[in-house]
């Protein structure tokens, strides 16, 4: 399983982003795609999971209201649609394959990481 994130970058505060992970054909059909971020200095900290099969989200309670995770099939993309950004939200964002939950350490596959500034 490949991940390539996109769509990171800086922006002011208030403003949206819409984060990108594209995975390869070879990932299964049923399979827990998830974000996480981590700023510096601080530990991984899980932000949304979407099960690919049944389209079932689950986003971490403190971030709901601003965050949204979604996927196109048809693209092989899962999405992180951020909104209302504030300067805490600044970290490196990665996408994670075939894990649980929001357990980072239970996922095996990662992408890169695209980073995400969000000024006052």
């Keep these: ?14 403003g949206s982003l819409r984060l990108s992970c594209a995975f390869d054909a070879y990932t299964p059909a049923n399979v827990r ?3 996480f971020r981590q700023a510096p200095g601080k530990e991984r900290e899980g932000v949304a999971v979407i099960y690919t099969q049944r389209g079932t989200t689950f986003v971490t ?10 996927q196109d099939n048809t693209k092989k993309t899962v999405y992180l649609q951020m909104n209302f950004l504030r300067p805490d939200d600044t970290a490196m964002y990665y996408c994670a394959a075939n894990g649980t939950g929001l357990l980072h350490r239970s996922y095996k596959r990662w992408g890169q990481g695209t980073q995400v500034t969000v000024s006052t």
Aim: charged content about 15%.
């Design 1 to 14: 399983v490949q991940l390539v994130e996109s769509g990171g970058g800086s922006v002011q505060a208030g």
């Design 33 to 35: 795609m998830a974000w």
């Design 61 to 70: 309670p403190s971030l709901k209201d601003r965050f949204t995770i979604s």
